[in-house]
């Protein structure tokens, strides 16, 4: 079974400061996506990365996959209170089954 | 558009009721899912569609049941409820098959809680 392994699972930062949210695997995956969620709505997606190495960025937000493709990182510049929320990463199976496998989430909380 | 619309947004339901919850998408999708979300689990796929008519199960499955009679329609029906089931659920489609890193498209969520 492959599982994504999120870390950390909560987060508590004063506006300003940088942070980084983490999202292994041992298994290989084909792509990788970001979503975010707010309190009482659904995730929505931020970015998906499909090459070994590749990195994109979102404003303030960084994005890159693992080499092997197996691991992927969130970097947030200058957090602001907007950047609150639950971050999840999901997986696209290297079976490629179309079945996303989700993290279980960084709860994000950003203080003015 | 109203993009992917869940309805009811809150349920209380005794044990061993029975409901639906509704889906519908405006965005003429062929691609459907429904996740359940519990606190520091993420996301559990419970079944998706590929198109009317198509429907398979996902990792949790169990208690649960769907039909997809037509593309923009997705309902679940949760046949004798048990206090395992509350949780808050998420209704998705996407355009593309997310072999073809497709974006799902969330609706807002039901929260459902089983007494």
């Known amino acids: 079974t492959q599982l994504l392994e999120q870390s950390p699972q909560f987060l508590s930062i004063q506006e300003g400061e940088n942070l980084t949210v983490y999202c292994n695997s041992s298994s290989v995956f084909s792509s990788l996506q970001w979503y975010r969620q707010e309190p009482g709505e659904g995730p929505v997606l931020l970015v998906t990365v499909v090459t070994g190495g590749e990195v994109k960025k979102l404003k303030r937000l960084t994005f890159q996959f693992g080499d092997a493709r197996k691991d992927s990182s969130l970097h947030i510049t200058a957090a602001q209170p907007g950047d609150t929320g639950l971050y999840l990463c999901?997986?696209?199976?290297?079976?490629?089954?179309?079945?996303?496998?989700f993290g279980q989430g960084t709860t994000l909380q950003v203080k003015p | 558009n109203a993009g992917v619309t869940q309805t009811p947004k809150f349920r209380i339901l005794k044990i061993g009721q029975s409901m639906t919850l509704q889906c519908a998408q405006d965005?003429?999708?062929?691609?459907m899912y429904w996740y359940r979300q519990d606190p520091g689990m993420g996301l559990k796929l419970i079944y998706y569609?590929?198109?009317?008519?198509?429907?398979d199960k996902g990792e949790v499955p169990n208690g649960y049941n769907v039909s997809r009679s037509t593309t923009e329609d997705f309902p679940l029906r949760l046949e004798l409820a048990a206090p395992s089931q509350t949780s808050v659920y998420f209704c998705a489609s996407s355009r593309r098959a997310l072999t073809d890193t497709g974006e799902l498209f969330f609706g807002e969520g039901s929260r459902l809680t089983v007494l």
């Open positions: 965005m003429n999708h062929n691609y």
């Open positions: 999901a997986g696209n199976g290297s079976s490629n089954t179309g079945k996303l496998i």
């Open positions: 569609s590929v198109g009317a008519g198509i429907t």
